[in-house]
């Protein structure tokens, strides 16, 4: 399978403890998404990365929230002190230089259940 | 800044019907636009988009969208549904030019009954 993968697909936590999610995207891909989706909203931006920089982090949701693209490829999404309210879908999307612009391709996301 | 209105949170119609999941967007520049369909427990998968040239959009599984320049909209319409589409849609924006972060709606749910 050649689309974006994340993982784990399902985490359950306890209030208090940090969480981190990975994302791998389309191998060719340079950009890289991550978005928050709670029940019934569409998916929210929260950063993106383009190869290793992250061009865009004002709208991660606090302090507790960051994120890496080390070495251009795998992203990973951490949570510390997590919180009920960030029970959510955290889903990550890559697109390409080239082609569709635009074209954000989404992973099956990662569920968090914070209890 | 954009945002997207998506103004009915849930369709129902029947099998073999028309169907239109109607998409307001603002913004102070030029944008592009994108309809994603989610299935349940899955990702978000492109239906189709919109980045210039021709308004009406022909994208998978029969579906097309019009853009509407005047109107700030971009419905979405199927001349024919089946069972199998129902999911929940959403319509997206993001400034045009260069990659950027999409703005999405609040979603439709699209349910098709037998």
């Known amino acids: 399978d050649t689309g974006v993968s994340q993982n784990p697909r399902h985490k359950i936590t306890k209030r208090g403890q940090n969480v981190t999610f990975r994302c791998d995207p389309i191998s060719e891909h340079n950009r890289l998404y991550w978005y928050r989706q709670t029940l019934g909203q569409g998916p929210e931006f929260l950063t993106y990365?383009?190869?290793?920089?992250?061009?865009?982090k004002s709208r991660l949701l606090s302090d507790r929230f960051s994120a890496e693209r080390p070495k251009g490829s795998f992203s990973t999404l951490e949570i510390q002190r997590t919180e009920q309210g960030d029970s959510a879908m955290y889903l990550c999307a890559s697109s390409g230089l080239s082609g569709s612009h635009n074209e954000q391709f989404f992973g099956p996301g990662t569920r968090l259940t914070v209890l | 800044a954009q945002s997207v209105t998506q103004l009915d949170s849930q369709v129902p119609v029947f099998e073999e019907a028309p169907v239109e999941l109607r998409c307001n967007y603002s913004s102070s520049v030029s944008v592009y636009l994108f309809w994603y369909v989610q299935y349940p427990n899955q990702g978000l998968q492109l239906l189709l988009k919109y980045l210039s040239g021709s308004t009406l959009v022909k994208g998978i599984n029969g579906f097309e969208a019009e853009f509407n320049k005047s109107q700030t909209s971009f419905h979405l319409r199927k001349p024919s549904v089946h069972i199998s589409d129902t999911a929940e849609y959403f319509c997206a924006v993001s400034p045009s030019g260069s990659a950027r972060q999409l703005t999405f709606g609040s979603g439709t749910q699209l349910t098709v009954l037998p």
């Open positions: 990365f383009q190869n290793e920089a992250q061009l865009e």
